[in-house]
């Protein structure tokens, strides 16, 4: 019997007096059943407001779904759409025998001085160095050697890259690394490159970045490399050419180290494999075994649309993996310096154990900077053309026939040629 029935049936029944008692009873009761079907409804619209929404997939069907959260302040016909994690920015949570893996921090709340709870986080990876401010290049060696990539530029030393004005501090308190734009130059163009003095056996590097250099001419860097090349290989995190958009990361190992597939749902990425699966550097023509975001933010004016972001590379006992978030979206466990690359989705490349053995292949590695210019890459396809950024070649874009005749007339053309670095962050695991 429902129990606004009952209810009716009791006042009927009972003398006047009683029948004002249960009367009030009753209206108690009701209110009380009102303010708690609210409290419900209120639970319900808010559990609802974090319900998995599923997009439509992009591009070609590889098994893996794009998931958003709605937002409390969108309408239920249309939802603002709130990015929750993953990797190159894109939150993918991989599909497995049809339920959804997730994989998100999950942090621990405390008290701050009796405020609003403050996220913790446990890593198993341990900050060892931070390189950022005014001592930023205190951590680094200044290669002034000329380039091993044939690029026409100098390198400078420390004292003269200083004299230059090439390397400094903002006022935001961000790293400018620069190069020379005065406008001819019948030489080699001024730069920098720099070595970190701290060597690493495995490891996280973290790389905070508003702006890299971009524009034709240039081939800018950061990369970890070991030595007697390519005996301690070499991880190319951030890579590109001219007027690139999507970033390339690559390995260049001796013979033996390659991945066993070439597609991107085997290999658990967002990115896609350009060349062959063979990383060693003897049978590719030092090509090694690249792969390329899908994603048009990851690399030059594309990356610096966004104010850049975050990129990350892990290197330990299941592989190498580089992953990369843009500005807005850096996961909490990495702002917190406890990171968790467990939780961070699909990396953009990764490179598993099992087909290169990680400390075999790579030891006691640097980590390295720089801007060089035209060289073996870019002057090598300075017309070519069809690349995401680059659909135009740079020879048709600047009416230059060669890469060098353009960087030695053009030196207003390298204004954007910077690296501007909020942060460099090494980890070790614990």
């Known amino acids: 019997m429902r129990p606004s029935v009952c209810i009716a049936l009791c006042l009927l029944s009972a003398s006047s007096s009683e029948a004002t008692l249960i009367s009030r009873t009753a209206n108690r009761i009701h209110h009380a059943a009102i303010k708690r079907s609210a409290r419900l409804a209120r639970d319900i619209r808010s559990v609802l407001s974090n319900v998995l929404i599923e997009q439509p997939i992009i591009g070609p069907d590889t098994g893996n779904r794009v998931y958003c959260v709605a937002n409390p302040a969108g309408s239920a016909q249309n939802p603002t759409l709130t ?40 890593s198993e990876w341990k900050l060892v160095e931070t390189r950022e401010g005014a001592s930023f290049f205190d951590g680094w060696d200044f290669w002034s050697l000329p380039d091993p990539t044939h690029g026409i530029v100098d390198y400078l030393t420390r ?116 060349g062959g699966t063979d990383c060693g550097v003897g049978s590719t023509s030092n090509q090694g075994c690249g792969v390329r975001s899908n994603f048009n933010t990851t690399f030059g004016a594309g990356f610096n649309s966004i104010s850049g972001g975050v990129y990350a590379m892990q290197w330990d006992t299941s592989g190498i993996a580089v992953f990369f978030f843009p500005r807005g979206s850096i996961p909490a466990d990495i702002e917190a310096e406890a990171p968790q690359p467990s939780t961070w989705g699909l990396a953009m490349a990764r490179w598993p154990a099992i087909n290169c053995d990680p400390f075999k292949f790579f030891y006691d590695n640097i980590a390295i900077f720089d801007t060089t210019f035209c060289g073996d890459w870019a002057a090598g396809v300075w017309s070519a053309s069809g690349l995401p950024g680059q659909e135009q070649s740079c020879a048709a874009r600047t009416g230059f026939a060669t890469c060098e005749d353009f960087v030695r007339n053009n030196g207003h053309a390298f204004q954007e040629a910077y690296w501007e670095v909020k942060s460099y962050k090494r980890y070790q695991k614990n």
């Open 159 to 274: 004292e003269d890259a200083q004299a230059n004005k090439l390397i400094g501090v903002n006022s935001d308190g961000n790293v400018l690394i620069k190069v020379e734009t005065t406008e001819k130059v019948s030489g080699n163009r001024k730069s920098v490159r720099i070595h970190s003095k701290n060597v690493f056996n495995g490891g996280l590097l973290i790389l905070d970045s508003v702006h890299m250099p971009a524009g034709c001419g240039t081939w800018p860097g950061f990369w970890s490399n070991g030595p007697n090349w390519p005996a301690g290989g070499e991880i190319d995190i951030i890579e590109g050419v001219h007027d690139y958009t999507n970033n390339q990361a690559t390995l260049h190992t001796n013979p033996g180290c390659g991945l066993a597939s070439s597609d991107s749902r085997a290999l658990s990425i967002t990115g896609t494999l350009v």
């Open 83 to 122: 990015p929750v994690g993953g990797g190159n920015g894109i939150i993918v949570s991989s599909i497995t025998s049809g339920s959804l893996s997730s994989k998100r921090p999950t942090p621990t709340q405390t008290s701050s001085s009796g405020g609003s709870p403050v996220a913790t986080f446990t």
